[in-house]
């Protein structure tokens, strides 16, 4: 019997704005606070659509703990009944601090992070991706970053779970080749995480191999048409079910073996989290027959190394997949593998990994 548990309702439409109009009058909001940034602000004339006054657009990629204060500071001077996510990850993410804030009336980004319990009441959102690879428009997680301690922080309760995930391909239509290869990148990451993880049950495992066939079938496919409606909303459709498999996991080794990589070298958080993959899928493939022969099965493929071939594929002539190319030494590996085993997250892999294990990892991808 599965123990799995999202409660996100997911609505697919081609009028996103139709469909968010419609959802904010089920949920009744009279005053949402609306957080994206400056780029959706300007490209989906959110201004015409929304009260300004109640757009938060200081968003950056991986939101920091600046971020996260100058939100609150724009919370505490209005009175919001709701929240809104427009964007990627880091929109959303930084929404979920939003979203903390408002149910606890805490300021102290810590005091948000460390809460536990129950929140005593909770606030209607509705959250819109506009990349397909982060699935935290279906988890209760948000990353937060802590730059003067280079250290990567994460938000979670079950009342940070959105109330509806809107999904409509034309809002990642947009995207440039190499931010959609890595954000599925991470969509990849995320699928193949909650499969060799501890705590994947039945359900989880399904969705992750459905968001992996989907993603590997379609992700050339991408790379030659990347205007193609169709190919997003496939793309798109495989994000939100990676998060659906992830979000009753939490992620695992190459999560955290990423953290390190995007703190110290800037490294987008969707190579960071992938660049791994491949010497833990050789590592735990062991321990997830079952799963990897349905994914072979779906995807036309005999045996391991066909798979492996077909993800080193993804990002190529795109992306660099070695860790030198992004400005890493091989001197300072021993630094990242110390700072690789981050608590709730390495503990996941479904083989325990040692510092010798992480280590010929880095030097694999090096």
Not at 27 to 35: G, H, T
Not at 86 to 106: F, Q, T
Request: proline share 5%; charged share 20%.
């Amino acid at each position: 019997m599965s123990n799995y548990h999202n409660p996100v309702r997911i609505v697919k439409t081609d009028d996103w704005k139709k469909e968010l109009t419609a959802n904010i009058n089920d949920l009744k909001f009279n005053n949402p606070i609306i957080v994206t940034t400056h780029g959706n602000r300007k490209r989906l004339q959110l201004d015409e659509i929304f009260n300004p006054s109640n757009i938060f657009s200081d968003v950056y990629s991986n939101p920091i703990f600046d971020n996260c204060r100058n939100a609150i500071s724009f919370c505490q001077k209005n009175s919001f009944d709701g929240v809104i996510a427009l964007g990627g990850g880091s929109a959303m993410d930084l929404a979920k601090v939003v979203m903390a804030h408002l149910c606890l009336g805490k300021t102290e980004i810590f005091h948000l992070i460390e809460y536990k319990d129950p929140y005593p009441q909770e606030i209607p959102s509705i959250f819109l991706p506009t990349t397909h690879g982060t699935g935290s428009e279906v988890t209760m997680w948000g990353t937060v970053w802590n730059m003067k301690e280079k250290k990567k922080y994460s938000i979670s309760n079950p009342s940070l779970y959105p109330s509806i995930a809107i999904l409509d391909g034309a809002l990642t239509q947009s995207l440039p080749l190499d931010i959609s290869i890595i954000t599925i990148m991470d969509a990849l990451s995320h699928s193949m995480e909650a499969i060799w993880n501890k705590n994947s049950n039945n359900k989880s495992t399904s969705y992750a191999i459905m968001a992996i066939t989907e993603i590997l079938k379609n992700i050339e496919s991408l790379k030659n048409n990347p205007q193609s409606i169709r190919i997003r909303n496939v793309l798109l459709n495989a994000a939100t079910t990676s998060g659906l498999a992830f979000s009753n996991t939490a992620t695992a080794a190459a999560h955290s073996i990423s953290y390190p990589l995007t703190i110290h070298y800037g490294i987008p958080h969707g190579v960071a989290s992938s660049i791994p993959l491949v010497p833990l899928l050789k590592i735990n493939s062991k321990k997830i027959l079952d799963p990897l022969k349905k994914i072979y099965y779906n995807l036309q493929l005999s045996n391991l190394e066909d798979l492996i071939a077909k993800i080193r594929l993804a990002p190529q002539n795109i992306i660099s997949y070695k860790l030198r190319d992004w400005g890493v030494k091989r001197d300072e590996l021993d630094l990242i593998v110390e700072q690789s085993f981050t608590k709730g997250r390495m503990d996941n892999n479904i083989i325990q990994l040692s510092n010798n294990n992480v280590r010929s990892i880095l030097e694999e991808i090096f």
